[in-house]
């Protein structure tokens, strides 16, 4: 498999938040500070790459008619894992994360990638594909939550750029969230018909 | 697909069929309900360690004491109570509370003296308030300690106005409220022991 197209598309042309649109959710919801942000897309990459190879490896005894059951048993399975992982031994992130982890199972990302490439393709480019899928969910929530941090805030992970008096908490509420995505969508669908490779 | 079609596909399946589909879904729910109670079984007493060692840590800070005895009679409104024992008598309680804030329950230690019925200290523990907005009364120590040496005297404190007077933070009044409920909970169940 090609490691570097997969790349470039978990990154940007089929980016899973930006242009497939899934797991809008937990972007809006954690991305208020850039420590969430990572915790979460860590969680994320992980649980997508352990859930990709165990969904591949499967994918041939599964029967058709009972698969997306069978996804969402192996998906909760890991998630749980990863949270009291986390809760046991990274109680702070667990907090701020809070019922976000829990729901990573619901997260439209891992079930999509499951159904749309886990379940077609063998286990090496399964994890790669977690892997890079991942890392643009984990990208897009870096450059969220950066934003809404640094206005917000005035901070950058936890660091004091500019006092907080003069930050927008506009940007740390919900509204700031939707904002900022939004943006960003316009951006890589500008982006994208620009160079020629997305939409139609 | 039209109706039709789909009734027809129903009656192909044969018994053996549904069995497997079955025994494959009950595999899989096995195998994961396993490796779970393998991770469960050593994150689970990490997990429970840690939690004691957070309230431990909050009990000494809103009324520092030898030892905490858990109370078995529990007052209106009120999660637990411990009572703090230091040199071998009471000298006071730890009262946790879960008043609603604006975004959530606000869960609160408060520490009242036994002797004067007084605040002695209050910490949250846990909250889902607005960052930069609710975050400014719940994850202040100062803020919170503006309760400390208050009491039922005069009766409830109430928030920005009358005698008992809680001074909330400005632009987080329902957060302010929401401790100070709290606090006012937590004294009235002391307040009961008589």
């Known amino acids: 498999m090609n490691f570097g197209k997969q790349l470039k598309e978990g990154l940007l042309t089929q980016n899973p938040v930006l242009v497939q649109l899934l797991g809008m959710c937990s972007t809006l919801a954690i991305t208020t500070s850039i420590t969430n942000g990572i915790g979460m897309g860590v969680a994320v990459i992980v649980i997508l790459t352990l859930s990709n190879i165990f969904i591949s490896l499967l994918r041939k005894i599964i029967p058709n008619q009972v698969r997306i059951a069978a996804y969402i048993v192996v998906i909760a399975g890991f998630v749980t894992m990863v949270d009291l992982l986390l809760q046991a031994y990274f109680q702070d992130l667990a907090a701020s994360l809070g019922v976000f982890i829990p729901l990573i199972v619901v997260n439209c990302i891992?079930?999509?990638?499951?159904?749309?490439?886990?379940?077609?393709?063998?286990?090496?480019?399964?994890?790669v594909d977690g892997i890079c899928q991942g890392l643009g969910y984990t990208a897009v929530l870096l450059i969220v939550s950066a934003v809404r941090e640094l206005l917000g805030s005035g901070k950058l992970a936890g660091i004091t750029i500019f006092p907080a008096e003069y930050g927008a908490s506009m940007m740390i509420l919900p509204v700031g969230g939707f904002l900022v995505l939004g943006a960003l969508i316009a951006l890589m669908q500008w982006a994208l018909n620009k160079t020629g490779k997305g939409g139609k | 697909m039209s109706n039709e079609n789909m009734t027809a596909e129903k009656l192909q399946i044969e018994p053996k069929y549904i069995l497997r589909l079955a025994g494959t879904l009950f595999g899989i729910c096995l195998v994961v309900a396993l490796l779970l109670g393998v991770v469960n079984s050593f994150t689970g007493p990490v997990i429970e360690q840690a939690q004691a060692e957070?309230?431990?840590?909050?009990?000494?800070?809103?009324?520092?004491?030898?030892?905490?005895?858990?109370?078995?009679?529990?007052?209106?409104?009120?999660?637990?109570?411990?009572?703090?024992?230091?040199?071998?008598a009471v000298t006071g309680y730890v009262v946790e509370v879960a008043p609603s804030g604006s975004q959530g329950k606000i869960t609160m230690l408060v520490g009242v003296d036994a002797e004067t019925g007084t605040v002695t200290g209050v910490s949250v523990t846990d909250?889902?308030?607005?960052?930069?907005?609710?975050?400014?009364?719940?994850?202040?120590?100062?803020?919170?300690?503006?309760?400390v040496g208050m009491s039922h005297d005069g009766g409830d404190i109430t928030v920005n106005a009358g005698t008992n007077r809680f001074d909330g933070?400005?632009?987080?009044?329902?957060?302010?409220?929401?401790?100070?409920?709290?606090?006012?909970?937590a004294l009235a169940a002391v307040g009961t022991l008589g």
């Open chain 2, 54 to 88: 957070k309230t431990a840590a909050a009990m000494q800070q809103v009324l520092p004491a030898d030892e905490y005895r858990p109370m078995d009679q529990l007052p209106d409104g009120v999660l637990s109570m411990n009572e703090a024992v230091s040199g071998g």
């Open chain 2, 169 to 185: 933070v400005s632009g987080a009044t329902v957060s302010s409220k929401g401790v100070t409920a709290g606090v006012n909970t």
């Open chain 2, 127 to 147: 909250h889902s308030e607005t960052p930069n907005i609710g975050t400014k009364v719940v994850d202040d120590p100062s803020v919170l300690a503006r309760f």
């Open chain 1, 110 to 127: 891992i079930l999509g990638r499951a159904e749309s490439f886990a379940s077609k393709n063998g286990v090496l480019a399964s994890a």
